[in-house]
């Protein structure tokens, strides 16, 4: 019996194996990235901090919110879901940041900076991703939010300036970040140089370069809560598999170039067809004579 208890037990490990998916998650080299773990509760703005290892690169006071607030109203603390910004529920969690974007002091800029776990490795694919959402009360919306990876942190500088960096990841011109009510993706994926270690998030334009739209409301500027901050190497997919005799199959990389084939590309299949027509198979007059005879 008990042979027999040994035998179910290797065919159940050995079933699971063939079911497992054959891709999984990549681990999220953003620590805290949805801001749910504080060091206290927060009694005003600018307390990033309590979000460790959540900083700031510049003097802006970038903020944290967190659904431990009480005091608003009256006081202008950092509540979730209340606020002097709007109402706002943290997309994840009870816990999300905020940062100005845009306001009426001539080129203040408020940033989000956090240490990665590790360093990107030179040549890899990663997916960038964050989640953004406008103050209610806000009197203009922008279309470029950004993410830039950095090696080493920047700063800290003791002003406030709009950072002279290029972001990998920034959101397209022209799509103008107006919800106030859902959480919008910014979201992209670039190749790394190499020992990127710290990840900021914010607008990286100075005001002659930042296009807005009005929104009608009252706060003068562009306030933006940010949740779920995630930076993961991007998996190899399948993918069409094209071989010399014209078959497809759905495939790895690796896998398909082992098999001889060539990759189609990420996102292809085989129903597209993008390996081009099937050849012809010849044979002989006398062959199709035994056939229809």
């Not at 900083?55 to 209340?82: E, F, I, K, R």
């Not at 990107?120 to 470029?144: E, H, I, P, Q």
Request: proline share 10%; aromatic share 10%; hydrophobic share 35%.
């Amino acid at each position: 019996m008990k042979r027999w208890l040994r035998r179910i037990a290797a065919f159940v490990v050995l079933l699971g194996a063939v079911v497992a998916p054959r891709e999984t998650r990549a681990a999220n080299l953003v620590p805290n990235g949805s801001f749910e773990s504080i060091t206290s509760c927060p009694t005003s703005f600018g307390q990033l901090y309590l979000a460790a290892p959540w900083d700031v690169p510049t003097a802006g006071t970038s903020d944290v919110y967190n659904v431990c607030v009480t005091g608003w109203p009256p006081l202008p603390v950092p509540g979730v879901p209340l606020s002097p910004f709007g109402y706002q529920p943290a997309r994840t969690g009870v816990g999300c940041a905020g940062i100005i974007v845009k306001s009426a002091y001539p080129d203040y800029r408020e940033y989000l900076q956090v240490p990665l776990t590790s360093p990107l490795v030179s040549g890899n694919t990663y997916l960038v991703k964050f989640y953004v959402s406008l103050g209610d009360t806000c009197d203009s919306a922008l279309d470029r939010l950004g993410a830039y990876l950095s090696v080493g942190p920047v700063g800290p500088l003791f002003t406030w300036p709009p950072l002279p960096y290029t972001p990998q990841v920034e959101s397209p011109a022209a799509t103008f970040l107006t919800d106030t009510l859902n959480w919008t993706l910014v979201s992209g994926t670039f190749v790394a140089a190499g020992g990127e270690s710290h990840l900021v998030i914010g607008n990286f334009h100075d005001d002659a370069s930042t296009t807005i739209v009005p929104t009608g409301n009252s706060w003068p500027g562009a306030y933006y809560f940010v949740d779920d901050v995630s930076v993961e190497l991007q998996l190899p997919t399948e993918q069409a598999c094209c071989t010399s005799d014209g078959q497809c199959s759905m495939q790895f990389p690796g896998e398909c170039l082992l098999l001889g084939g060539s990759p189609a590309g990420a996102g292809t299949t085989c129903g597209t067809n993008p390996c081009g027509a099937t050849p012809t198979k010849r044979t002989s007059w006398g062959a199709l004579k035994t056939i229809y005879r």
